[in-house]
Nanobody, 131 residues
Framework: VQIAESGGGLVQPGGSLILACTASGFTSDYWAIGWFRRAPGKEREGVSCVNSGDGYVGYADFVEGRFTLTRDNAKPTVYLQMNNLKPEDTAVYFC?????????????????????????WGQGTQVTVSS
């Protein structure tokens, strides 16, 4: 599975960005794709995920309704719309995928545990929120 990320950049506090992730090479129609981030001096953490089945979408608590994740199953591509960005959102954002659909589910998604459970990773894209 190959991951291609796009988006990211520099934005002022309160601004918006869209990150896109396309995953290719799945051998089945079942998958989970998530966005993760690593801020300077911090552990990698989950941001949001979606699966190809029931369309469950999980978010980390710190999202607080500011981010929205959508999917296009045909490619598949997922889009992370980030609004009202804060300086503490500054991080390298990574897209990752798993062939196990339940990795993004009500019982499978854990923003702290999930980074270790996704198999395929992109190279990451920098998001900087600063005035």
């Amino acid at each position: 599975v190959q991951i291609a990320e796009s988006g990211g950049g520099l934005v002022q506090p309160g601004g918006s960005l869209i990150l896109a992730c396309t995953a290719s090479g799945f051998t089945s129609d079942y998958w989970a794709i998530g966005w993760f981030r690593r801020a300077p001096g911090k552990e990698r953490e989950g941001v949001s995920c979606v699966n190809s089945g029931d369309g469950y979408v999980g978010y980390a608590d710190f999202v607080e309704g500011r981010f929205t994740l959508t999917r296009d199953n045909a490619k598949p591509t997922v889009y992370l719309q980030m609004n009202n960005l804060k300086p503490e959102d500054t991080a390298v954002y990574f897209c990752a995928a798993s062939p196990l659909l339940y990795r993004c589910s009500g019982y499978g998604w854990d923003p702290r545990r999930s980074p270790a459970e996704y198999n395929y990773w992109g190279q990451g894209t920098q998001v900087t929120v600063s005035s």
